[in-house]
């Protein structure tokens, strides 16, 4: 009895984990304010607030951009270690193309820089 209780108590604590799992590997979402029209992996995002998730349960992390908890864009990214934690949110550009481009991300209160590889 106690041997099929375990056995069951187990297989549920597995299903709950492995269901959990996907979600384990991204990070809370973070709102940037993109202020120019930019191409993110071939796409144009419109200026306006954007919803951004880290997602590194690939072996590449990409970050992902929503917009009214819609999918816009998806990149792959490198995640750099930075020497403090960050201060503030920011957004940096290059113009690639006579086109703005996102380069990089950091997140207030964040360790990391999250640097944009944009694939067209």
Request: glycine letters at 4%; zero cysteines.
């Amino acid at each position: 009895m106690i041997r099929n209780l375990t056995t069951a108590v187990l297989s549920t604590i597995t299903a709950v984990l492995l269901l959990a799992g996907p979600g384990l590997a991204k990070t809370p979402t973070k709102t940037v304010d993109i202020l120019n029209q930019v191409q993110i992996a071939g796409k144009m995002l419109q200026p306006g607030m954007y919803q951004v998730e880290l997602n590194t349960a690939m072996a590449t992390p990409t970050l992902e951009f929503y917009r009214h908890s819609r999918k816009i864009a998806q990149t792959p990214v490198k995640l750099v270690a930075s020497q403090g934690r960050n201060s503030q949110t920011e957004v940096r550009y290059s113009t690639a193309n006579n086109q703005d481009v996102i380069t990089e991300i950091q997140f207030k209160g964040a360790r990391q820089r999250i640097l944009l590889q944009n694939p067209s």
